[in-house]
């Protein structure tokens, strides 16, 4: 696979009080003020930018709007935004679009932040303004739980961010959307195609919390497990806690690939239980060198938590 | 199961360098300076205890003693040792007894962190003197990476303790070790027998490392695979950075719990994979909001981390 990749030193807090003044009166709309959202506008507040929000339920906006983790919430600051974050299931964004159409920004830049992009350029670009443009994004941030009292700003520190511009997307659109990344602290970027993007995060996103999830549901789990658990499990299964709705269908969305992935797994499942089965110490030692060279030089990634 | 169990508020830091000032003069010997041993020796200290190290690399010894994670490595520290923490792979725990026989303080109290306990306590009593006792213990306490320069004083802090004393144990013993667990800093101690220790573990400690190594080890990973992780993929593998020959050797150990571990997950993996593959919205997020549940019950758990 050949992927455009740049990596860079995250903005550092102490240096955003000057650096990030140029943002002042520039407005950005958050749409959908969950965990992601919450993290997104509270971050965004942080650089200086003036942030509308928008929330299908109400009374999450008004908690967001007495935090002061959002400006405002109305189709003024929609008119004011050159950038407009959909944090919002993917089933949502279109309708969210053709509500408001009248209202964005002439020449407003939307970009997202869904886990699977299959088709959506297609379907938000049939729906957009000439004038408009869409640049899909993801970034590999988050946390357990759900909603905005979830929320951190944090959560991009040091993060990677997979852009996913379709062909269509102008240059500088994507140019705009990537400077915005850079600030919120993200510390590699990565360009890729849809298709590109949906394999690669069925393996390194959905199959570590479909592992954390069996995990939990084994019927080894009794009450009592609670006191015999150390750092491996808690790490292990912390993602099991996520919204499960949301979560459901992003695996279903991407169904093909994470099969792929979860028979991948399984092959590497069976060698470890096979060796463990014949006695075989020498094959089941290798198999967890192998396994931590690999996780060597995952951490050894400059600038990457 | 019927466990014995007690929970307390973890020590606090704060409150040490009064509370702990009666152990000063109380020599501990610490066997075995790898990441474990070294982080028992470090804490040990924190406690204000005499630490006295005993490792088979004379180097590692040094290299402790120069950095005052132990104060003394000789058969005289020993000899002032009420207690005897053996910090080195089981197979190791016979030779080393034997080797120290005679020096060992009369009434002393060994104890161990074997992650397998099996039919170690019979092989252990074999070889005591009649006036020493031998009481088994399992800190559910750990990190990645191995060796004394990984280890910390802080793995313990809030950590779930697990006695596994056997029927000739003295109570004096037993309690003697138990109060030496709390000042770690442990927030759960339970007791059982090395049978049940065994196959509760094989769950909550060796699967969730199979796991990891799994995942690591799948054909998926390629090199770009580390711009595409966020938090899920980390937390989830972090532990397949481990000691290879040590875990790969703990897993044979206890073979059959782990094999009957591996299927109860499969079980779970499996009802997972069928969700997906039928498109089952309703089944996956059943089995999602499983696991979100359980997983809760494990982070409101007071005092564990």
Redesign the interface.
Known sequence: ?E?E?ESRAPETRQSENSRFRENEGHTITVAGLGLMGGSFAARLKELHYRVNGWNRTETVTEKALQRHVIDSADEQGISNSDIVILCMPAGCIVPFIQQHLSHFKKGAVLTDISGVKGHLCDEVRACLRPDMDFVMAHP?????GQGLDQSSPRIFDG??Y?LVPDEKARPESVEKVERLIWQLGAA?V?TVTPAEHDR??A???S????????????????????????????????????N??L???L??EN?EN??A??D??????D???RA??D?N?EQ??R??????E??????H?KN??
């Open positions: 696979m992927i990749k590999m941030a988050g946390r357990e993060c990677n997979i590699h990565v690669m995060i393996y390194t996103s199959l570590p919390h479909i592992l954390a999830v069996s995990l939990m549901d084994s019927d080894s789990f009794v009450e009592e497990s609670r006191y015999f658990v150390a750092g491996s499990f808690r790490d292990g299964t912390r993602v099991a806690d996520i499960a709705s979560w459901a269908r695996f279903l169904r994470i099969l992935e979860i991948n797994f399984q092959k590497s499942l060698s470890l239980r463990v089965e006695n110490r089941l030692t198999l967890l060198e192998k396994a931590g690999r996780r060597r030089m995952l951490s990634e990457t938590r």
